[in-house]
């Protein structure tokens, strides 16, 4: 069965440090994996997608993210955290082709301290 | 680009009322999609459609009903309103491009009371 975990409900850093949030998957297939962010009241917007090209993928906003096939993993990450990153992450799974089906991992809520 | 549009915003309704949520994307997708979001739940999808005229159930589709008749608009019905039906609900379209990942276009939500 294929599954998205977000290894943290809630991650807490101070303005200017980096940034990980986790998440593993779990797919029978060839997934596609995205991260989302949601800004509070908003729909959720695209960071960042990975579709089988390069492991490494850069996304907006100084955002990237890194594709472990061995580690079933796709961990977001920024050097430098800012306050206006402050939201809800959700790492996401697809299966593509033929086919129609998306799995959101719970989220993760991302506090940045001044 | 208006991409996907939701009315309304916010709604309230009685127990029992029935509502249509809209939704409508203008980048030709022929993916569409309604999710609701719920605290600690992440997002879940009630009902999807592959394309006009075609309609499928997702994980939570009781108390719902969709129907596509064109690419365009994929409206959500609440037949009788309960509390247990309270949430953010988003609506999203996709490109069907086979062998790669279809990225999803979020509308802005639509925050429905059920009281």
Redesign the interface.
């Known amino acids: 069965a294929q599954s998205v975990t977000q290894l943290d409900s809630h991650v807490s850093v101070s303005e200017g440090t980096p940034v990980l949030l986790r998440c593993n998957y779990s797919s029978s297939y060839s997934p596609s994996l995205f991260w989302y962010v949601q800004h509070p009241n908003k729909g959720l917007q695209l960071l960042l997608k990975y579709t089988s090209a390069a492991t490494l993928v850069k996304g907006i906003n100084g955002f990237e993210a890194e594709f472990k096939k061995s580690e079933t993993s796709f961990h977001l990450t920024k050097p430098s955290a800012h306050m206006s990153d402050a939201a809800e992450y959700f790492c996401v799974v697809t299966l593509g082709g033929g086919g129609f089906k998306t799995i959101f991992g719970a989220g993760t809520r991302l506090f940045v301290k001044a | 680009n208006a991409g ?1 549009t939701q009315t309304p915003k916010f709604q309230v309704l009685k127990t029992g009322q029935s509502m249509t949520l809209q939704c409508a994307q203008d980048m030709n997708h022929e ?1 569409m ?1 309604w ?1 609701r979001q719920d605290p ?6 009630i009902h ?1 459609s ?1 394309g006009a005229g075609i309609t499928d159930q997702g994980e939570v589709p009781n108390g719902y009903n969709v129907s596509r008749s064109t690419t365009e608009d994929f409206p959500l019905r609440l037949l009788s309103a309960a509390p247990s039906q309270t949430s953010v609900y ?1 609506c999203a379209s ?1 490109y ?14 639509s ?1 429905l009371t059920v009281v």
């Open positions: 996907v993916y999609s999710y600690g739940m992440g997002l879940r999808l999807y592959v988003f996709s069907s491009t086979a062998g790669s990942g279809n990225t999803i276009y979020f509308g802005e939500g925050w």
